[in-house]
């Protein structure tokens, strides 16, 4: 098993090397909003200083343990790494994108473009948390499934 800082630099590295091969698709142009428009000037004029941004985010973050086997933990069998509350997740303002921290570091790590309709489950089904491999981007049906069928575990209200 890894430590949060080995773990931290993989994923940093990974993002890297997606954003590093980020290119617009045949349909950008039809798909655009101002989402996209933001996160393409992003990815295309700023990748390192959002790659820095969720590198220090994902180092100040609280590193939690690993969750007792419950309904709600089952597709996340390591800790979470919270920032901010379940109420108000942290959110970030960079170079035109304004997000929840948790959407910004799974699209920029994926390299991926917002689509309408689209949001970043939390498989751990923890609002606060940040890490990478408890984000997936879904629907927003997915993730009222995930609701219903984990039960919602938000932790706590009180700030990271």
């Not at 959407?103 to 940040?130: Q, W």
């Amino acid at each position: 098993m890894f430590d949060a800082d080995t773990l931290i630099s993989q994923f940093i590295i990974d993002g890297r090397r997606r954003l590093a091969t980020f290119e617009r698709s045949l349909f950008h142009e039809k798909l655009r909003s101002p989402a996209r428009d933001n996160y393409t000037k992003l990815f295309e004029e700023a990748s390192q200083e959002a790659l820095a941004n969720c590198e220090k985010y994902l180092r100040k973050a609280k590193k939690c343990s690993a969750p007792a086997s419950t309904v709600s933990s089952m597709q996340s069998h390591t800790g979470c790494w919270e920032l901010g509350t379940a109420k108000t997740p942290r959110r970030i303002n960079l170079l035109g994108v304004s997000d929840y921290l948790y959407r910004f570091i799974s699209l920029t790590l994926t390299a991926t473009l917002p689509y309408d309709g689209e949001v970043v489950r939390h498989l751990c089904n923890n609002r606060m948390c940040v890490r990478p491999d408890h984000l997936k981007i879904g629907s927003i049906g997915e993730n009222k499934m995930d609701d219903i069928l984990n039960g919602y575990a938000g932790g706590t209200d009180q700030d990271a």
